[in-house]
């Protein structure tokens, strides 16, 4: 499988190339969207934390910053993807929505060994593991799920009533999902021991060579060419 | 004690002093439109209008008759409003009238999209909703609304629930006589804080048809996508506290084997 970006694969210095610029662009680009998105929601939507939108100078600003910004979440990353990383885009994809049975192996026992701070014996992972995997199915899901069902909401008198009706819980079921999964995606990236270290694949784009051989034996034999 | 207002539309002559001594009390502006070939007087709810006479002509065999139904905010018991609003706006008296807290509302509407009957309408400009409250003020005090205490003819009751009910079935076999196709409407559809004698189709008067009328949408919503929406957020935030217990807490047994860690040195 050479499938591909000219860059990935590149070990230097003991690190590895793992993610395209465009594909960082995107991660981020994503990123302050949907954390905007999010916090605005949660000024309009949550009772308890009505307070945040004074953060945006006021509620009435925050739902019409809650709109602009939806824009961009929407077309953005993925125009980033399709027009500089689409190579690493449609490899991410294809892992991202195989499953085998090991994946699901991978995930019970990764909750309750790696994760904890335990070390456990894990099938091994191609360029990303199963949680990552559900991690990348919600993120492109409710990027759908939210766009489709947040524009039917912006026009109500456009769509027939049942449409909007059923636009307001599928809006409410993905921004939930998709919180509940950021949560320990971010805990990950950010606070665990042993994982946080793959940040560095989100800021430079390279990852050090014995992280990428240990969490990711398939993806770095096949794109480094060397034994993990 | 929970209230009803009964309207009988068999007794209405749209004298339209209802919508006038809603305004009166309300204090709501007039909202003048160009003649537009009816007698009604106001085409629809609005945000200064909350209550409206709708006024149907029926050609006939013997010539032309007027159908006039009541319209206003039918105090559903089980409010699809008061279910989606996100702020908890909307609230609900000892009496069953349901209304709005301003303070409260920041104009989502939501409410005005999920509502069966087509009642709240939200101002552009104050970004707030505004509806029929059934004079919560005045019946709090111990009167009747105003629809009500002006109506000339007795279409515009205001009592007990049980006491309502009993008038209007009572009601019903008399008006059967003349409008064989009449029914009650208000019970079985909104909970009966709200009851018609309607002397035909409930379409004809604006209004669903008969039978419950909750949005499935709104039940899918509240009793199964945010529960579970809410559990998932529940359990992710569970998780993370464990393994922070385990990875800073109680940390893990340093490890001799030969599995190599990229983690932080």
Redesign the interface.
């Known amino acids: 499988m050479a499938n591909k970006e000219p860059n990935i694969g590149i070990v230097k210095d003991g690190k590895v190339r793992r993610f395209t610029k465009a594909g960082i662009a995107a991660h981020w680009v994503h990123t302050v969207t949907f954390l905007t998105l999010l916090l605005t929601g949660l000024s309009?939507?949550?009772?308890a934390t009505?307070w945040i939108g004074n953060l945006f100078g006021g509620?009435?600003n925050a739902?019409i910053i809650h709109r602009v910004v939806a824009i961009p979440y929407a077309l953005f990353a993925l125009v980033l993807l399709l027009v500089g990383s689409r190579q690493q885009m449609k490899e991410w994809l294809k892992v991202a929505f195989t499953w085998k049975k090991e994946d699901f192996i991978f995930s019970a026992k990764y909750?309750v060994t790696e994760?904890?701070?335990?070390?456990g014996d894990l099938p091994e992972a191609d360029f990303i593991n199963s949680g990552e995997k559900v991690n990348s199915i919600l993120t492109v899901g409710t990027l759908f799920t939210l766009t489709i069902s947040g524009f039917v909401m912006w026009f109500?008198e456009t769509f027939p009533?049942?449409a909007?009706?059923?636009a307001?819980?599928?809006h409410?079921?993905s921004?939930?999902?998709m919180?509940?999964?950021l949560?320990?995606h971010m805990?990950l990236s950010l606070?665990?021991?042993?994982?946080?270290?793959a940040l560095k694949g989100m800021t430079t784009g390279w990852?050090?060579e014995?992280?990428?051989?240990?969490?990711y034996p398939k993806w770095y034999r096949r794109v480094t060419g060397k034994d993990a | 004690m929970a209230k009803t207002l009964f309207i009988d539309t068999s007794k209405c002559m749209a004298c339209r002093g209802c919508e006038v001594a809603c305004k009166n009390w309300n204090d709501l502006a007039a909202d003048i439109r160009p003649f537009n070939g009816s007698y009604q007087t106001k085409e629809g709810f609005a945000t200064q209008t909350y209550t409206i006479v709708k006024m149907n002509e029926v050609e006939e065999a013997d010539g032309i008759r007027w159908i006039f139904g009541k319209r206003q905010c039918m105090h559903c018991t089980e409010a699809a409003c008061m279910m989606?609003c996100?702020?908890?706006a909307i609230q609900r008296s000892p009496e069953g009238a349901i209304y709005v807290d301003r303070d409260l509302c920041?104009?989502?509407?939501?409410c005005v999209?999920?509502c069966p009957f087509g009642v709240p309408k939200v101002d552009n400009n104050t970004?707030k909703m505004s509806k029929c409250d059934m004079c919560v003020s005045r019946i709090e005090n111990g009167l009747t609304p105003a629809c009500s205490k002006t109506c000339p003819t007795g279409a515009i009751q205001f009592g007990e629930r049980e006491d309502m009910l009993r008038a209007a079935q009572v009601r019903l076999a008399q008006v059967r006589k003349r409008f064989p196709r009449a029914t009650i409407y208000g019970n079985e559809e909104a909970g009966g804080t709200v009851l018609y004698i309607l002397t035909e189709d409930p379409a004809v008067y604006g209004l669903p048809p008969h039978g419950t009328q909750v949005?499935w949408?709104?039940k899918?919503?509240q009793y199964?996508?945010?529960p579970?929406?809410?559990v998932?957020?529940g359990?992710?935030?569970l998780?993370?506290l464990?393994?922070?217990w385990?990875?800073?807490v109680q940390?893990?047994?340093k490890?001799t084997?030969a599995?190599?860690?990229?983690?932080?040195k």
């Open positions: 309009i939507y949550v009772p009505t509620i009435q739902r909750i994760f904890m701070g335990r070390h109500p009533k049942w909007v009706r059923l307001y819980p599928i409410d079921l921004w939930l999902f919180t509940s999964m949560l320990v805990y606070i665990h021991p042993k994982m946080r270290t990852v050090d014995e992280f990428a051989k240990s969490h | 989606v996100p702020k908890n920041i104009g989502c509407g939501y999209q999920n970004h949005p949408q709104v899918f919503w199964l996508a945010r579970v929406g809410n998932a957020v359990a992710s935030v998780l993370l464990v393994a922070t385990f990875n800073f940390k893990p047994p490890e084997g599995h190599v860690e990229g983690g932080v």
